[in-house]
């Protein structure tokens, strides 16, 4: 369903699951950060009522995520550690077109949001299957859910709005381009790390 061209290491679970605090911190501010993503792209296009409604119900979802993460967190004696950089995601955004169309600039931004939607659906799958700890396998499970709704609506979108666009061409570009980048990728208790 994801279309992803590289599946991630099930070794990348053993990993995360060796630092825990460390990778639901990142997960925390991935969760904070895809809330904020939301919100921009309703900035940039306020006059697109059905897609400002949509992503709204997205921002909140992702912002109770935070707090879930968070919640978590603290359940566990752990601290909510400082946001770091997300170098996957900062390399994906290159790949958006600079100085297109708005309409292009809009596509191009939802093919971004699936795309990371699509590789945090994947990794929280892997997650929920293999790691040892019951409770976090049953929330990452649930999480894992929400993303491929989140993913299907972005592309959704991405394919009302891209008249004019070939949008499954650029999709399948974006696809070619995360499935090269995330080679370098799962090596770290991180979400994309």
């Known amino acids: 369903m994801l279309g992803l061209k590289l599946e991630t290491d099930p070794r990348w679970a053993n990993i995360a699951e060796s630092n825990l605090e460390e990778i639901l911190t990142d997960h925390a501010w991935c969760e904070q950060k895809a809330a904020s993503n939301a919100i921009k792209l309703i900035s940039l296009n306020p006059e697109l009522v059905d897609l400002a409604t949509e ?33 996957y995601v900062n390399e994906l955004f290159k790949f958006i077109i600079k100085g297109g169309n708005q309409q292009q600039s809009l596509v191009d931004r939802l093919l971004f949001s699936a795309m990371i939607e699509a590789r945090s659906c994947e990794r929280f ?13 049953k929330f990452y499970h649930e999480l894992m859910v929400s993303e491929a709704g989140h993913y299907t609506t972005f592309l959704g979108f991405a394919r009302q709005y891209g008249k004019g666009v070939d949008v499954n061409k650029r999709w399948e570009e974006f696809l070619q381009f995360e499935g090269e980048l995330i080679k370098s990728y799962g090596k770290k208790e991180t979400i994309h790390g």
């Not at 119900?57 to 909510?80: C, D, P, S, T, W």
């Not at 799958?125 to 396998?137: C, G, P, V, W």
């Open 125 to 137: 799958r892997l997650l929920s299957t293999t790691i040892k700890d019951k409770e976090l396998a």
């Open 55 to 87: 992503l709204l119900v997205i921002a909140q979802e992702e912002l109770e995520h935070f707090q879930m993460v968070h919640n978590i967190i603290k359940a566990r004696g752990y601290k909510l550690g400082r946001e770091q950089k997300d170098s």
